[in-house]
Nanobody, 125 residues
Framework: QVWLVESGGESVQAGGSLRLSCTIF????????MGWFRRVPGKEREGVAC????????YYADSVKGRFTISQDNPKNTLFLQMSSLKPEDTGMYYC??????????????????WGQGTQVTVSS
């Protein structure tokens, strides 16, 4: 059984920073794409960032490039999302997810097989 547990979401002022964490239990994710998605009510789940755990290659949505950094701590099986210069439009429920196929579209939620329950980020102006 695989489960992912996110933490770190909270309410912050615009311009502030947050660090989200996601710990994965039940599997070693040493060859997977680990991603962060966010969802706001009434909108589709949006891919924010992704990292390939073996190659270390990272991908970002245009809306967060230069502000967010995805990283991993492999021995601890933990994924991070460092968020800086936060904007109100970054508000949403943030989910981490794992994809195990060799070829995926990282922004497509259906390519990810395991998901966490989410952690809420609220950015006020």
């Amino acid at each position: 059984q695989v489960w992912l547990v996110e933490s770190g979401g909270e309410s912050v002022q615009a311009g502030g920073s947050l660090r989200l964490s996601c710990t994965i239990f039940g599997i070693r994710v040493d060859n997977a794409c680990m991603g962060w998605f966010r969802r706001v009510p009434g909108k589709e789940r949006e891919g924010v960032a992704c990292i390939h755990t073996r190659a270390g290659v990272t991908y970002y949505a245009d809306s967060v490039k230069g502000r967010f950094t995805i990283s991993q701590d492999n021995p601890k099986n933990t994924l991070f999302l460092q968020m800086s210069s936060l904007k109100p439009e970054d508000t949403g429920m943030y989910y981490c997810a794992a994809a195990y196929r060799s070829v995926i579209i990282w922004t497509r939620p259906s390519d990810f097989g395991d998901w966490g329950q989410g952690t809420q980020v609220t950015v006020s102006s």
